[in-house]
Every structure is written in C-alpha cells, then in structure tokens.
C-alpha cells in the first residue's frame, strides 16, 4: 500500500465551546438525561501535508511547525497521536507528515483532535480511501486519543472538524446525535470573538477532576453538571432563535454552573481576561474546553466586538492573541 500512496493535503476547523462542553464524556453523556454540547468550528485549525516516502517504510516522520522532526516507529502508537492515528489508517508507514498551520498549544480549542481529524482524513486520501460516516470516524479517532492521553476523552471536538458549521451534539443511550443548527454563520461570528489568553492548560488533567469526583458520586459536581446541561439546552434555543440576548444569559449561566466544577477551571489569568471583556461590554465570558488556561470566548453585540477583544488582550499573558472566528 505504502508504493501506492500520493502526496496529500487535508485541513480541520477547531472548535469553539459555547456550553456543555465535559457532558461529552462518557459514561457522564448517560448520567445527566437531556445533555448537549453546542460549539462552533472557527476558521482556525490545523492543515498537514502527508508526503509518501518522507520516512522510511515501517517509520513516519513528523514535522512540526518550527520545530525538530521527529522519527517515530509503530511502538510509539501508544504515547504519540501522529504515530496512533497514522499507523491505524496506513500500517506500512514510510511518510512524512508536514504540519502547516495549527492553533497555540493548549489553547483549549481541541487542537489535537483537529490534528487527528486532519491526519486520517489525509492517510485516507494519500491511500485513495474513501471517508467513512462521520460517527465511525470519530468512534476510531476518540479511542486512539483515549490510548495516546492514557485518559478518558470527549467527541464534541472531532465534529467541528469534520462537518464545520454550529452544532449541538446530543447524548444519548446508543451514543450522539449531531444536529446542525441553522443558523447563518455571519450572525454568529459578529457576535463571537475568542481570544487565547498566553496561558496554555492541561484539558485532561481538569477533565479527570471533574470526571473522578462525578464518578465518586460528588453531589455538588452532580448538580453543577445538571445546571451545564440546562444552560446548554438553553443557549441552543437561544441561537436558534437568533435572540442574541438570550444566547448571553444561557452562556454567562454555562460559565456560572461551570466554575462549580473544580477549582483548576477558573485561574487567575482567565478570571482578569474574562472580566476585562465584561468591563469592555461583552455579554458573557467564558472558558474553552476544560478551562485552567487556554483561550476565553465572548458573546458580543457586533458594535462591542472590537474594544472587547483589545480589552482582553490589554490583561492578558504574552503571547496572547485573537483566534479567527
């Protein structure tokens, strides 16, 4: 198969998380009935090139931007997710995999289930295979993701990645529903700016927090996680609606329900970054994925959007910037 393989080229949209993010665990998706998690895929996100023949056969050459490539072998899959991924969908190996563009590091964008989504989708077409459904896709990348962070791992990030637009991911017992809200994306993006704050997080180590207490039998993560589940179910009505408004009542109650999780969901860098853009006018604040770090999302009459962002940036960490919505 390796002979037979073409250069190929594939780009995954990262996501951002207006509420329900951590209900996408499993078994916490069965232990809270009605749970949802609506996000958005941004413009930003992670592009690979596979090259055939950059490694040798058994091999595959991993290239970071700005950075040393690094040679890996079939015994990394259980500790490096360019090896996990593109050893499950091309055995042989014997390529190089050139990544062009991807979002800061623990930016709490689920950057790496982009990469993953990114890398299959390219070994698929490099070895002229055809994509399966959506769902199998994203049932093979959550279990390698699962093996490399040796952690349990949610879905919601994979499907911004492989079918863009505004979605609510519905849990249920069977597994997810994907429904995708119609909603025009230009009224979404004037109103959703996402700034990441210099500091990077860990989402597995916050995630496994709040998922062993859950687990435990912890009452008051219980309760807070019910309360993400109403907030979510709310803001999806309220885009739904296009009540810009409401999606900020629903996403400020999110973010609310959300710091009752754990302690390490809210630190000081997201706490001053957050309440600049409140100060600035925007109508909720919010952390992406897990919190702890990583990148802050607003909800923002179009008019305020600007001094927001540039009032969030003013407190932020070096190496803060805006993500393209």
């Known amino acids: 198969m390796a002979e037979a393989m073409r250069p190929a080229e594939a780009f995954a949209a990262c996501r951002a998380d207006l509420a329900g993010g951590t209900l996408d665990l499993w078994p916490l998706t069965c232990l809270h009935p009605g749970a949802v998690t609506v996000n958005v895929a941004l413009r930003a996100g992670v592009w690979v090139r596979l090259l055939p023949g950059g490694a040798p056969a058994g091999r595959i050459l991993h290239r970071p931007p700005d950075a040393e490539p690094c040679e890996l ?3 990394h899959a259980a500790s490096h997710l360019t090896a996990a991924v593109g050893f499950h969908f091309v055995p042989e190996g014997g390529f190089s995999v050139e990544v062009r563009e991807q979002p800061p590091l623990g930016s709490g964008l689920g950057g790496s289930s982009a990469f993953a989504v990114a890398l299959a989708q390219a070994c698929l077409a490099a070895t002229g295979r055809r994509r399966p459904p959506a769902r199998a896709l994203v049932a093979v990348l959550h279990d390698l993701e699962a093996r490399v962070l040796a952690a349990p791992t949610g879905v919601q990030d994979y499907y911004p990645a492989l079918v863009g637009g505004a979605l609510a991911i519905h849990f249920a017992p069977g597994g997810e529903r994907v429904e995708r809200l119609r909603v025009p994306p230009r009224w979404i993006a ?64 999110e973010w609310r329900a959300r710091r009752r999780l754990a302690p390490a969901v809210e630190g000081e860098g997201l706490r001053a970054v957050i309440a600049a853009g409140l100060a600035a006018g925007a109508l ?29 940036l003013a407190v932020a960490a070096p190496g803060a910037r805006e993500i393209l919505v």
């Open 73 to 75: 072998s079939g015994d």
């Open 190 to 253: 004037d109103r959703l700016a996402v700034v990441f704050t210099g500091v990077t997080h860990a989402s597995g180590m916050v995630n496994w927090d709040v998922y062993r207490a859950r687990v435990d039998g912890d009452r008051g993560v219980a309760a807070a996680l019910d309360a993400v589940a109403v907030a979510a179910q709310r803001t999806r009505e309220a885009l739904l609606a296009r009540d810009e408004a409401a999606v900020g009542r629903a996403v400020a109650e």
């Open 284 to 312: 909720a604040g919010k952390a992406c994925g897990a919190g702890g770090g990583g990148s802050v999302l607003f909800w923002v009459s179009p008019h305020r959007r600007e001094a927001v962002v540039a009032a969030a």
